[in-house]
């Protein structure tokens, strides 16, 4: 029998079979979120500095008790810088220095005993194998009694006085703090010494603070960074 094929249906699609594009509502353009805003560390300094407090050294060996007089007189509330007090402050220290020297210069125990005898405050000569210990020690000391501290830069055969410390401070957990340098005076009265006080980057104050040596004798600071504090 034969079948008669009319149009609806012949094989193969036809205009209804064609796919029907539906529309679709325009969609927002999607933009960036904003970037968290990155927190700036907050800048702290402590600075314990009075002019008339500073003092320079007389001779080329007197650095010890002019460090010792500058300290005596922040913490006393004191202006003296005669002759006469650092004179008898390198007699002093000269007595009670740890060891005997055939030259003129002091350690750090004679500068510690004079700090003790003329403050009242329980300074003592610290070492440290660490630089990093050792100046977190100083920044420690200055924190806890509003002190200046006492180091030996170059080799041991010089004395400085920190008076404080510039650090950065985490805004999201203050107990983080990055050090960042440190208030110096040394006794000279000019170059090379920071006189009457300088800020020093943590790398440059390094460059300065090394290890303690004594060529004349053997000594118990040797090859460690020294601290003299309260």
């Not at 180091?151 to 400085?160: E, F, L, Q, S």
């Not at 950065?168 to 440190?182: C, E, H, S």
């Amino acid at each position: 029998r034969m079948t008669t094929v009319t149009s609806s249906s012949r094989s193969g699609p036809g205009p209804e079979a064609r796919p029907i594009r539906r529309a679709h509502p325009r969609q927002p353009p999607v933009r960036p979120a904003a970037p968290t805003p990155i927190a700036t560390p907050r800048t702290e300094s402590v600075l314990i500095y009075r002019r008339s407090a500073i003092v320079r050294q007389y001779t080329n060996y007197w650095c010890v008790p002019a460090a010792t007089q500058t300290m005596w007189n922040l913490i006393r509330n004191d202006s003296n810088s005669t002759y006469l007090r650092q004179s008898t402050l390198y007699k002093q220290i000269r007595q009670h220095n740890r060891y005997r020297y055939a030259t003129s210069g002091n350690d750090v125990q004679g500068w510690a005993w004079a700090l003790r005898r003329w403050t009242y405050k329980p300074y003592y000569a610290r070492a440290y194998l660490s630089k990093t210990v050792a100046m977190n020690a100083i920044v420690e000391a200055i924190d806890r009694t509003g002190h200046p501290v006492g180091i030996t830069v170059k080799a041991g055969t010089h004395a400085w006085v920190v008076l404080g410390y510039k650090t950065a401070v985490d805004p999201n957990d203050p107990t983080k703090r990055t050090l960042q340098g440190f208030y110096v005076t040394g006794p000279l009265g000019g170059y090379p010494d920071p006189y009457p006080y300088k800020y020093m980057t943590v790398a440059a104050f390094s460059k300065v603070y090394t290890r303690y040596h004594e060529w004349q004798r053997k000594v118990i600071w040797e090859g460690l960074y020294v601290v003299v504090s309260d």
